[in-house]
């Protein structure tokens, strides 16, 4: 059975303080692995796809990067708006057009 | 640019009685549609997808359908509520992908529904 776990389950930071988020991974044929970022009460913003081990992405503060097992989300001298749940998802050639989505990394940036 | 909008953003419902939640695209066309539930403390989960007008498929049984009428319009909907079916409900679209190649999906600000 497919899955995607992420870690850690939440993470605290200080302004300026870079870090990595996890996203492992379990799938039979990779089709794409997606990043998005959940403020409270709302819906999720798409980040990054990421579509080939070795791919890397960046977005100001932000680069996803892909292995074949998984993908990190490091974050670089964040800043109290980066303050989120980054969702991680994964699409298999099996698994139609269902993403799979990790429970995802609550991200409290402080100042 | 493309817009997705959902709406009610919030509803209260008592068990029994029916549903109806939109969603509409604009600045796209024959885009591929779906609702989402995301449930507190797991993660979403596909309930529908539709790669076009009239076109729905179920990813998992439930209480629960959808229907697309138009081709920029997807609707949630249900005859008689469960309390299980409170959650927080995203409708996402895509743009139809290339054979093999990855759906990126993108979100609405989605609809809270709280069952009593």
């Known amino acids: 059975e497919d899955q995607v776990t992420q870690s850690p389950e939440a993470l605290r930071l200080q302004e300026g303080e870079s870090s990595s988020l996890n996203c492992s991974y379990t799938?039979?044929?990779?089709?794409?692995l997606f990043w998005y970022r959940q403020d409270p009460g709302k819906g999720p913003e798409f980040l990054f796809t990421?579509?080939?081990a070795g791919e890397e992405k960046e977005k100001e503060r932000l680069k996803a990067t892909l292995t074949k097992k998984e993908s990190f989300l490091h974050i670089t001298a964040p800043k109290p708006e980066d303050s989120a749940t980054y969702l991680c998802?994964?699409?298999?050639?099996?698994?139609?057009?269902?993403?799979?989505f990790g429970k995802g990394t609550s991200l409290l940036v402080t100042p | 640019s493309q817009t997705i909008h959902q709406w009610p953003a919030t509803l209260v419902q008592p068990v029994g009685s029916p549903l109806s939640l939109e969603c509409t695209v604009e600045?796209?066309?024959?885009?591929?549609l779906y609702w989402y539930r995301q449930a507190a403390g797991r993660g979403l989960q596909l309930l529908f997808y539709?790669?076009?007008?009239?076109?729905i498929s179920s990813e998992v049984p439930q209480n629960l359908s959808a229907s697309r009428p138009q081709d920029r319009q997807f609707i949630l909907s249900s005859k008689k509520l469960l309390l299980s079916d409170s959650g927080f409900y995203l409708c996402a679209w895509s743009v139809p992908r290339l054979a093999g190649g990855p759906d990126t999906q993108y979100f609405g600000p989605g609809t809270r529904l709280t069952v009593l």
């Open positions: 998802a994964v699409q298999a050639p099996d698994s139609g057009y269902a993403l799979n």
């Open positions: 990421l579509y080939s």
């Open positions: 799938v039979s044929g990779l089709r794409g």
């Open positions: 600045g796209t066309s024959n885009p591929n």
């Open positions: 539709s790669v076009g007008i009239g076109q």
